[in-house]
Protein backbone atom coordinates (compact mmCIF):
# COMPACT_ATOMS: atom_id res chain seq x y z
CA UNK A 1 0.00 0.00 0.00
CA UNK A 2 1.27 3.68 -0.69
CA UNK A 3 2.48 5.05 2.02
CA UNK A 4 1.02 8.95 1.37
CA UNK A 5 2.11 12.23 2.56
CA UNK A 6 -0.70 14.32 3.82
CA UNK A 7 0.59 18.04 5.04
CA UNK A 8 -0.07 19.10 8.64
CA UNK A 9 0.11 21.86 9.91
CA UNK A 10 -1.36 23.03 13.08
CA UNK A 11 -4.03 25.53 12.92
CA UNK A 12 -4.12 24.97 8.97
CA UNK A 13 -6.56 25.78 6.27
CA UNK A 14 -7.08 23.21 4.50
CA UNK A 15 -9.45 22.09 0.99
CA UNK A 16 -11.10 19.03 1.13
CA UNK A 17 -12.76 16.80 -1.68
CA UNK A 18 -14.71 13.60 -0.60
CA UNK A 19 -16.76 11.76 -2.61
CA UNK A 20 -18.80 8.98 -2.61
CA UNK A 21 -18.11 5.18 -3.21
CA UNK A 22 -18.14 4.67 -7.05
CA UNK A 23 -19.60 8.11 -7.46
CA UNK A 24 -23.12 6.84 -6.39
CA UNK A 25 -25.22 10.30 -6.57
CA UNK A 26 -25.84 9.66 -2.45
CA UNK A 27 -26.78 13.14 -1.68
CA UNK A 28 -29.47 13.69 -4.21
CA UNK A 29 -31.47 11.93 -1.44
CA UNK A 30 -32.39 14.56 1.19
CA UNK A 31 -32.22 12.18 4.19
CA UNK A 32 -28.77 11.90 3.10
CA UNK A 33 -27.72 15.38 3.47
CA UNK A 34 -29.44 15.67 6.78
CA UNK A 35 -27.47 12.85 7.89
CA UNK A 36 -24.22 14.08 6.73
CA UNK A 37 -24.83 17.58 8.65
CA UNK A 38 -25.65 16.01 11.90
CA UNK A 39 -22.65 14.30 11.77
CA UNK A 40 -20.77 17.20 10.81
CA UNK A 41 -22.62 19.09 13.45
CA UNK A 42 -21.88 15.74 16.33
CA UNK A 43 -18.22 15.77 14.89
CA UNK A 44 -17.64 19.50 15.12
CA UNK A 45 -18.77 19.36 19.06
CA UNK A 46 -15.73 17.30 20.19
CA UNK A 47 -13.23 18.06 17.16
CA UNK A 48 -13.66 21.57 16.44
CA UNK A 49 -13.02 23.06 13.07
CA UNK A 50 -14.09 26.39 11.27
CA UNK A 51 -15.83 25.89 8.06
CA UNK A 52 -15.16 28.47 5.66
CA UNK A 53 -16.48 26.81 2.43
CA UNK A 54 -18.80 24.49 1.70
CA UNK A 55 -20.56 23.08 -1.06
CA UNK A 56 -22.38 19.89 -1.56
CA UNK A 57 -22.78 18.35 -4.77
CA UNK A 58 -24.91 14.97 -5.12
CA UNK A 59 -21.62 12.83 -5.27
CA UNK A 60 -19.16 14.44 -3.62
CA UNK A 61 -18.25 17.83 -1.70
CA UNK A 62 -15.63 20.25 -1.18
CA UNK A 63 -14.97 22.60 1.86
CA UNK A 64 -12.19 24.73 2.88
CA UNK A 65 -11.82 24.15 6.68
CA UNK A 66 -9.37 25.92 9.26
CA UNK A 67 -8.52 24.39 12.54
CA UNK A 68 -8.05 25.35 15.98
CA UNK A 69 -4.41 26.47 16.84
CA UNK A 70 -2.09 23.74 18.26
CA UNK A 71 -4.01 21.05 16.05
CA UNK A 72 -3.84 19.25 12.79
CA UNK A 73 -5.97 16.14 12.90
CA UNK A 74 -7.98 16.75 10.05
CA UNK A 75 -7.89 12.66 9.23
CA UNK A 76 -9.55 11.87 12.63
CA UNK A 77 -12.40 14.70 11.94
CA UNK A 78 -12.88 13.06 8.33
CA UNK A 79 -13.20 9.60 9.87
CA UNK A 80 -15.34 10.52 12.44
CA UNK A 81 -17.69 12.18 10.07
CA UNK A 82 -17.78 9.58 7.30
CA UNK A 83 -18.46 6.81 10.47
CA UNK A 84 -21.24 8.96 11.92
CA UNK A 85 -22.94 9.09 8.31
CA UNK A 86 -22.64 5.91 7.29
CA UNK A 87 -24.20 4.74 10.34
CA UNK A 88 -26.85 7.16 10.97
CA UNK A 89 -27.51 6.94 7.07
CA UNK A 90 -27.89 3.39 6.88
CA UNK A 91 -30.33 3.27 10.20
CA UNK A 92 -32.54 6.39 8.55
CA UNK A 93 -33.30 4.87 5.55
CA UNK A 94 -33.36 1.35 6.59
CA UNK A 95 -30.51 0.54 3.75
CA UNK A 96 -27.69 -1.66 4.00
CA UNK A 97 -24.65 -0.87 1.76
CA UNK A 98 -23.21 -4.25 0.71
CA UNK A 99 -18.76 -4.05 1.43
CA UNK A 100 -16.68 -5.94 -0.98
CA UNK A 101 -14.50 -8.22 0.75
CA UNK A 102 -11.55 -6.20 1.77
CA UNK A 103 -14.20 -3.32 3.22
CA UNK A 104 -16.12 -6.20 5.00
CA UNK A 105 -12.35 -7.42 6.58
CA UNK A 106 -12.13 -3.55 8.08
CA UNK A 107 -16.05 -2.85 8.64
CA UNK A 108 -16.42 -0.45 6.18
CA UNK A 109 -19.85 0.30 4.64
CA UNK A 110 -19.65 1.19 0.95
CA UNK A 111 -20.95 5.32 1.40
CA UNK A 112 -17.63 6.59 0.90
CA UNK A 113 -14.42 6.33 -1.04
CA UNK A 114 -11.92 5.47 1.57
CA UNK A 115 -9.44 8.79 1.09
CA UNK A 116 -10.17 12.28 0.28
CA UNK A 117 -7.94 15.02 -1.17
CA UNK A 118 -6.91 17.60 1.12
CA UNK A 119 -4.51 20.91 0.11
CA UNK A 120 -2.98 22.60 2.72
CA UNK A 121 -4.19 26.52 1.77
CA UNK A 122 -0.93 28.29 1.38
CA UNK A 123 -2.07 32.21 1.43
CA UNK A 124 -4.74 34.45 0.58
CA UNK A 125 -4.84 34.16 -3.14
CA UNK A 126 -4.44 30.08 -2.61
CA UNK A 127 -7.22 30.81 -0.42
CA UNK A 128 -9.82 33.28 -2.87
CA UNK A 129 -9.00 30.88 -5.78
CA UNK A 130 -9.90 27.58 -4.19
CA UNK A 131 -12.79 29.35 -2.60
CA UNK A 132 -13.88 30.36 -6.22
CA UNK A 133 -13.70 26.82 -7.77
CA UNK A 134 -15.64 25.48 -4.57
CA UNK A 135 -18.66 27.33 -5.12
CA UNK A 136 -18.77 27.66 -8.96
CA UNK A 137 -18.54 23.72 -9.09
CA UNK A 138 -21.90 22.63 -9.49
CA UNK A 139 -22.11 25.08 -13.06
CA UNK A 140 -18.96 23.51 -13.95
CA UNK A 141 -20.58 19.72 -13.48
CA UNK A 142 -23.66 21.11 -14.81
CA UNK A 143 -26.13 20.84 -11.94
CA UNK A 144 -27.23 24.49 -12.06
CA UNK A 145 -27.35 27.34 -14.63
CA UNK A 146 -25.80 30.14 -12.19
CA UNK A 147 -23.67 29.56 -9.09
CA UNK A 148 -26.64 31.31 -7.37
CA UNK A 149 -28.87 28.79 -8.19
CA UNK A 150 -27.11 25.92 -6.15
CA UNK A 151 -28.68 25.84 -2.93
CA UNK A 152 -26.02 23.68 -0.91
CA UNK A 153 -23.17 25.97 -0.88
CA UNK A 154 -21.54 28.57 1.45
CA UNK A 155 -21.83 31.18 -1.74
CA UNK A 156 -25.09 32.23 -0.54
CA UNK A 157 -23.14 33.20 2.82
CA UNK A 158 -20.22 34.86 1.12
CA UNK A 159 -22.97 37.29 -0.92
CA UNK A 160 -24.58 38.24 2.32
CA UNK A 161 -21.09 39.19 3.59
CA UNK A 162 -20.05 41.20 0.31
CA UNK A 163 -17.58 39.17 -0.95
CA UNK A 164 -19.07 37.72 -3.86
CA UNK A 165 -22.54 39.94 -5.60
CA UNK A 166 -25.30 37.36 -6.06
CA UNK A 167 -24.78 37.30 -9.77
CA UNK A 168 -21.19 36.26 -9.93
CA UNK A 169 -21.16 33.96 -12.85
CA UNK A 170 -17.39 32.24 -11.75
CA UNK A 171 -15.71 34.42 -15.04
CA UNK A 172 -12.90 34.34 -12.10
CA UNK A 173 -12.62 30.67 -12.99
CA UNK A 174 -10.63 30.90 -16.62
CA UNK A 175 -8.02 33.13 -14.45
CA UNK A 176 -7.70 29.10 -12.48
CA UNK A 177 -5.81 26.71 -13.03
CA UNK A 178 -8.12 23.74 -12.64
CA UNK A 179 -5.13 21.27 -12.31
CA UNK A 180 -3.77 23.23 -9.34
CA UNK A 181 -7.50 22.78 -7.58
CA UNK A 182 -8.42 18.82 -6.72
CA UNK A 183 -11.01 17.04 -7.10
Given at each position: ?????????????????????????????????????????????????????????????????????????F??????I?S???????????????P???????????????R????????????????????F???????????????????????????????????????????????
Amino acid sequence: MPNYRRARVQGGTYFFTVVTHKRKPLFSDGSARLCLREAISSVHINYPFKIDAFCLLPDHLHTIWTLPEGDENFSKRWRAIKSHFSRRFREQVNRYAAPTGSRQVRGELTFWQRRFWEHLIRDENDFRRHLDYIHFNPVKHGYSESVSDWPWSTFHRYVNEGVYSNDWSGIAMEKIDLNSVGE
